[in-house]
């Protein structure tokens, strides 16, 4: 049985979304299922859960279309509305029909800093798991599946990475080497791959001695083979679970850096900046934190939502635990 | 078990030595320019090679990570390249402000989290349950600095505005100098940093209790007469808290290597504040002792959490 096509089936089912498929069967009719189907019909059912797709698709589509967006809103992000954004005092402007979310403090339209925020915040967030889930999935093989020295330095290093007091260290590496959209990435998963690496491990040290490994081992397979085609399918499971959980924690992470002047360089409008730069106007202006902060906070919690019924559908225990 | 300690104090001081050279060697190839940006702009090229000399940094990295180890064994941090104060003199002032913080936060995530949980478990799917769920999920969702911003929003602002002048914004009053005050000006930062940690325990705890709650010793326990409620707490919470006190352990050493943004929002001059000013203006002394003693601080705490675990729970055996 190949994992991959069972994935790519259940992935191309998540694109259309089919909904017809257990009605056409005739009742008695056995089929099979993968547990890759299984889990999506778990998914499907999870309310929570697919409105936070929904969302987080709608999040997607702005972020690519932010320029369209803000061509028919009429601002660019960075532009400074010096007649209507902003007050004769200099102060923020409340929302209006202008300007639907308000202005800042140098007259930009907060609506269109939002939209745009969400770029810096779904390409961090998700190129620094995924770079993240990659490393942490290859040393976590290696050091599972090698055993002996191989493991103890890899588990050492793993050690090592946990116990950094890792935003303070971020902050020390920004500091030096100067602050951008690929160094966030860079930080973000250096400081979160440990933890991917140590479930990874954890999980390939058990299947390393189950049957099908030897039986693998018996007709041929080299190392690589076994631990990609034969170990590899078998840990996605938690290491899906990890990586939907993840990405809420690198968007955080990135607005976090963001907050304190040391991630992606203003005037490119992210939540973060937007938030750090409200704090001198919370008093004035309620509208400027608000906006991109109910956008950061629904993010983080639709991310959330959907790793939570990722994990019900993919671990039969921790669904048992939430049906009580 | 002395086996184990031994062995863990060994390799926790191995990590320990690895993140020293790491952090030294980082700062060392960093390409900033240290006697050029304590001296200013105006200065001559005979001023910054006279700082170079004085600061060691004319010398080969061995020899300055060598001086490094060499003082720190004697307990002695270095100074700070800018008011060249003693770099135990700054941590001394930033580590009772820090503790005060993480101490007060954790009482108050550890009761509210746990409770909130153990609620959540004995009545499953009910209004409570839900409340609490939503609650946990807001909390893990949550940056930081944005609860910050909530809380000064309504606790300071809008209070304040109305007449009702309660929580100052920012500010340290030592516990020595006037208790009361000192809790004053720590109940904001406290429920920030409490209501983000709190979910985490909201999870743990209700995952546990309803774990250990369909128990058999459970069922017996009960049907010996024992209430329910004596059986919740005397019986299933003392089971159920083994992961919440090594979740406990972990987070509250983390937090006592530094709250930075917490104290960054609320102004707190702790370890955070001290780390992060020191970053920017590239103190390396300073940058390193912080992030050595937020180290040492965890990976204390694995090896105690570790040990408890054992105490807590007769079936764990130490290897």
Known sequence: MSADETVAASLTETATGSTAAPAVIPAGAIEGRSPWQLAWFILRKDRAAMISLGFIVFIALVAITAPLLAHWIGYGPTDQDRTNGITVDGLPVAPNSQHLFGTDNLGRDILVRTIYGTQVSLLVGVASTLLAVAMGVLVGLAAGYFGSVVDSVLSRAMDVVLSFPFLLFAIALVSIYGSGLGISVFVIAFFTWAAVGRIVRGQTLSIREKDYIEAARSLGAGDMRIMFVDVLPNVLAPVIVYTTLLIPIAIVFESTLSFLGLGVVPPTPTWGNMLSDSLDFYQVAWWFPLFPGLALLLTTLAFNLLGDGVRDALDPRAGRLSQD | ?319
């Not at chain 2, 600095?145 to 914004?169: A, N, S």
């Not at chain 2, 006037?178 to 940093?193: G, K, N, Q, Y």
């Not at chain 2, 999870?203 to 209430?227: C, F, H, P, W």
């Not at chain 2, 040492?296 to 130490?318: E, M, T």
């Open chain 2, 1 to 319: 078990m002395l086996r184990f300690l031994l062995r863990r104090l060994l390799s926790g001081v191995l990590v320990l030595w690895l993140i020293s050279v790491f952090t030294f060697g980082l700062f060392f190839v960093a390409p900033g320019d240290v006697p050029r940006l304590i001296c200013g702009r105006l200065c001559t090229q005979t001023q910054i090679n006279l700082i170079t000399k004085q600061l060691g940094l004319d010398q080969p990295i061995l020899t300055q990570y060598w001086h490094f180890l060499d003082r720190l064994f004697h307990g002695d941090l270095g100074y700070s390249y800018y008011n060249s104060e003693s770099v135990n003199t700054l941590i001394g002032q930033a580590l009772p402000v820090t503790i005060s913080l993480a101490i007060g936060a954790a009482v108050l995530w550890l009761v509210g989290g746990v409770s909130i949980g153990v609620i959540s478990a004995v009545k499953p799917r009910s209004l409570l349950d839900r409340a609490g769920t939503i609650l946990a999920l807001i909390g893990l969702s949550m940056p930081s600095f944005l609860i910050g911003i909530l809380l000064l929003y309504f606790l300071f602002f809008l209070l304040t505005t109305h007449g009702m002048d309660w929580f100052p914004p920012s500010g340290y009053v030592p516990i020595t100098s006037d208790p009361v005050e000192w809790a004053h000006h720590l109940v904001m930062p406290w429920c920030a940093l409490a209501f983000i940690t709190a979910a985490t325990y909201i999870r743990l705890t209700r995952n546990q209790m309803l774990e250990v709650l369909g128990e058999d010793y459970i069922r017996t326990a009960r049907s010996k007469g024992i209430s329910r409620r004596r059986v919740t707490i005397r019986h299933a919470l003392r089971a159920a808290l083994t992961p919440v006190v090594t979740q406990f352990g972990i987070d509250l050493a983390t937090l006592l290597g530094g709250a930075i943004v917490t104290e960054q929002i609320f102004g707190l001059p702790g370890l955070g504040r001290l780390a992060v000013t020191s970053v920017v203006r590239q103190d390396q002394p300073v940058v390193i002792a912080t992030v050595l003693l937020a180290a040492v601080f965890i990976v204390l705490a694995n090896i105690v959490v570790d040990l408890l675990y054992a105490v807590l729970d007769p079936r764990v055996r130490l290897t």
